[in-house]
């Protein structure tokens, strides 16, 4: 809810600061006092359209900040978490700095951000309904998601959304697959011939590695075996290494007795080398046995790694890719020579899904009919007594075309409506005049108030042109629906002054630097004197303040 708004040099406005509350608060005034100031002033903190002529006359720039207290689960701190922006555990500060020049500023939280974001906030703040706004619940866009709010159909919905998903990702699949099987068949021919290339190659994981690697001790295949002959021959010169180390290990054991345990290691260490010496000389024979020196060997394995790597640019992969590509292009060609059995089986699921959000989207349907009529039958309730008793308030839900299909169903709805017997209905902003819609939207936001849950509404002179039984009827919706919302109110109307939680008077007086606006709250006797003088004029006569009592104890019309 608006818990303060500040106000700088905005047009009559010097400083103003205004602490608001819950329940029902009204601003009255004489015409022309400024109370249009300062709705167009919380219309800047909100993300209204700037203009210029709003600052104050001499003044370099205007400023409104509205403060707002919202809950932890409210689209406002959803929208703020999207941003990355920073926000107080309790409240949002949005601020407007407007030049004389016509540039405007917004902030939210002293941290800057776009008009266009400050605007998305603040529809989720405030909903303000006037008689020329260009009020959200005239907006056909939203007439749907209004209507399944008020039908509770979040379940039918849910399963609508669900449904149409599933159609779609089954529609995707199948036009995937039907792509994939013609851009198969157009390339049938290279598919056949790379499949039967790279078969006939055998490609496999870290066969390249392999392969250059047996390449290069082919390449130094003389060399090597020069150095293991001669390593070779130099282990076998004399006796032979192994044979020596032999001799000299017993020639050790037989003093070894005599020494104390001082020559063990050594004994040792010779024993170890005498193995690793044999060993040694084992696994020489044995690499010396393995060097191939047959050139037509070499050119075998030059000829296949080569051949591997031109493969591999061919297909601009990587060698060790060759097999997996091998596999997935047999799979392609696999798909041509089964007849597209899997697109079939694709395209069913799809029909099948098809099917199935077609239930849903009737369901769906069905309850909004229904829905539609308790709303039409609950608007035509409210009409009457605010002297709109011979319009018509009609729901339509009609079919959209299948390509307009989505995830809210196959309907759209309009609020449709005509005010006088026998005219066409149609769009209720543009049949009606704006005393008609200030009380039609009263009517709506009265039936809708669960649906559509801004905190704070606010109403510009929505008695304008009424008086009497539908001024008190609009004074009794507007103390109702403050039951559950913080509602503003301007007005001149007693009968719905009399109704307010709090009541604020707005007058204007002249001071050196010109005509100035003020804003002040009421006592419970300046209230009667207020009402008596909306009741009477400028004189307040004694049976004013009688009727203005009747008003404020609920007795009077």
């Keep these: 809810m608006l818990r303060r708004l500040a106000i700088r040099d905005v047009v009559l406005i010097d400083r103003l600061e205004l602490e608001f509350h819950s329940r029902l608060s009204v601003l009255t005034g004489e015409t022309g006092a400024g109370k249009s100031i300062l709705l167009d002033a919380l219309g800047l903190a909100l993300g209204a359209r700037a203009d210029s002529a709003l600052v104050r006359h001499g003044a370099d720039q205007a400023v409104v900040v509205a403060e707002f207290e919202i809950t932890d689960d409210h689209p406002a701190r959803l929208i703020v978490a999207e941003q990355g922006l920073d926000g107080d555990e309790e409240t949002l500060l949005l601020r407007r700095v407007l030049s004389a020049d016509g540039r405007s500023r917004a902030y939210l939280n002293d941290q800057p951000v776009s008009v266009a974001l400050q605007r998305q906030i603040g529809e989720t703040l405030v909903g303000v309904h006037g008689q020329f706004e260009n009020q959200r619940l005239l907006e056909p866009a939203v007439h749907r998601d209004l209507l399944d709010a008020h039908g509770s159909l979040a379940g039918l919905l849910a399963r609508t959304r669900e449904t149409f998903a599933n159609w779609r990702r089954a529609m995707a699949a199948s036009a995937e697959a039907e792509a994939a099987l013609a851009a198969a068949r157009r390339d049938e021919a290279f598919l056949r011939h790379a499949v039967d290339e790279i078969g006939a190659l055998d490609p496999r994981p870290g066969e390249e590695a392999e392969l250059a690697e047996k390449r290069t001790v082919m390449m130094h295949g003389e060399k090597l075996l020069e150095a293991m002959n001669e390593a070779a021959a130099d282990l076998d010169e004399g006796q032979g290494a192994e044979t020596m180390i032999r001799t000299a290990q017993r020639h050790l054991e037989r003093v070894a007795p005599l020494a104390e345990g001082r020559l063990d290691d050594a004994i040792a260490a010779l024993d170890r080398a005498a193995v690793e010496a044999g060993e040694g000389v ?85 309850a909004r009919r229904g829905a539609a009529a308790r709303l039409d039958a609950q608007v035509a309730g409210e009409l009457k007594p605010l002297r709109l008793g011979a319009a018509v308030f009609t729901t339509r839900v009609e079919p959209l075309a299948e390509d307009e299909w989505g995830e809210a169903g196959s309907d759209r709805v309009a609020f449709r409506v005509s005010t006088n017997p026998g005219a066409p209905e149609g769009p209720l902003a543009r049949i009606s005049s704006g005393g008609e819609v200030a009380r039609f939207m009263l009517a709506l936001k009265v039936v809708l108030a669960r649906a559509d849950p801004v905190p704070t509404i606010v109403f510009d002179e929505v008695d304008h042109g009424v008086g009497g039984a539908v001024a008190a009827a609009i004074g009794l919706r507007l103390a109702r629906l403050a039951e559950d919302f913080q509602v503003l109110v301007v007005t001149h109307s007693p009968q719905v002054a009399a109704r307010g939680t709090h009541h604020w008077q707005v007058s204007k007086a002249t001071a050196k630097a010109g005509a100035l606006t003020s804003v002040d709250a009421l006592s419970e006797a300046a209230r009667r004197e207020e009402i008596a003088r909306m009741l009477s004029g400028a004189r307040i006569t004694d049976e004013a303040r009688s009727a203005a009592d009747r008003l404020l104890q609920g007795q009077g019309t």
Excluded at 310 to 325: C, E, I, P, S, W
Excluded at 330 to 356: N, P, Y
């Design 282 to 366: 084992q696994l020489l024979a044995k690499a010396s046995a393995e060097v191939d020196l047959d050139p037509r060997h070499l050119e075998q394995v030059e000829e296949h790694l080569f051949a591997l790597r031109a493969l591999a640019r061919k297909h601009d992969v990587a060698t060790d890719g060759l097999a997996d590509l091998g596999a997935r292009l047999a799979s392609r060609l696999a798909s041509i020579e089964d007849g597209g059995a899997d697109v079939e089986r694709l395209q069913g699921v799809a029909a099948a899904a098809r099917t199935a959000f077609v239930e849903a989207a009737s369901a769906l349907s069905e």
